[in-house]
T-cell receptor, first 115, second 110 residues
Framework: DAGVIQSPRHEVTEMGQEVTLRCKPISGHNSLFWYRQTMMRGLELLIYFNNNVPIDDSGMPEDRFSAKMPNASFSTLKIQPSEPRDSAVYFC?????????????FGPGTRLLVL | GENVEQHPSTLSVQEGDSAVIKCTYSDSASNYFPWYKQELGKGPQLIIDIRSNVGEKKDQRIAVTLNKTAKHFSLHITETQPEDSAVYFCAASYFNKFYFGSGTKLNVKP
């Protein structure tokens, strides 16, 4: 079975450029989560969707970040304009439902470096 | 929100020894506690989880215990092997959101 798929796996860009990260959740999963991982702040939840609807975006750092989920099998996280402090590993995760006790399955991550 | 603390930050053991990682959480409303293993360059992978109505769960060499009264839970790895070397994260689920500990880097020396 295919797990969560993320692309690209690595991204190097220059400050001010737009960056788009992509995620395909596990088929049949109804909830999707975007996380950011840094040495300083660890794993932080940015936003999560349930049935393609954004439920909680309180972790999105600022207006430069936006996320969409146009259908059940695809989501994007966009940073525009990017800044060096956005350099991190971005993970997408999915779960079967949105309940408190639903296991989340993580993708391999996108390693973003903003110069 | 929830606050999860994890200790130790690094742990070095000899192959065959046991390893214990401890986490505490702040809100008694949290009711699901997964543990993830992250190898270098990869995403976190679930290794075991426990729900709030259970005190202990075991899966081969891995076990997790939960003390709801004290609001802490622990991961126990017995008979450690070099391939257990990785970063381990605990998490607490609070109102549909996971709050992660800061991670424990486990090094198993052959």
């Amino acid at each position: 079975d295919a797990g969560v798929i993320q692309s690209p796996r690595h991204e190097v860009t220059e400050m001010g450029q737009e960056v788009t990260l992509r995620c395909k959740p596990i088929s049949g999963h109804n909830s999707l989560f975007w996380y950011r991982q840094t040495m300083m702040r660890g794993l932080e939840l940015l936003i999560y969707f349930n049935n393609n609807v954004p439920i909680d975006d309180s972790g999105m750092p600022e207006d430069r970040f936006s996320a969409k989920m146009p259908n059940a099998s695809f989501s994007t996280l966009k940073i525009q304009p990017s800044e060096p402090r956005d350099s991190a590993v971005y993970f997408c995760a999915s779960s079967l439902g949105a309940g408190d006790q639903e296991t989340q399955y993580f993708g391999p991550g996108t390693r973003l470096l903003v110069l | 929100g929830e606050n999860v603390e994890q200790h130790p930050s690094t742990l070095s053991v000899q192959e065959g020894d046991s390893a214990v990682i401890k986490c505490t959480y702040s809100d008694s409303a949290s009711n699901y506690f997964p543990w993830y293993k992250q190898e270098l360059g990869k995403g976190p992978q679930l290794i075991i989880d426990i729900r709030s109505n259970v005190g202990e769960k075991k899966d081969q060499r891995i076990a997790v215990t939960l003390n709801k009264t004290a609001k802490h839970f622990s991961l126990h790895i017995t008979e450690t092997q070099p391939e257990d070397s990785a970063v381990y994260f605990c998490a607490a689920s609070y109102f549909n959101k996971f709050y992660f500990g800061s991670g424990t880097k486990l090094n198993v020396k052959p």
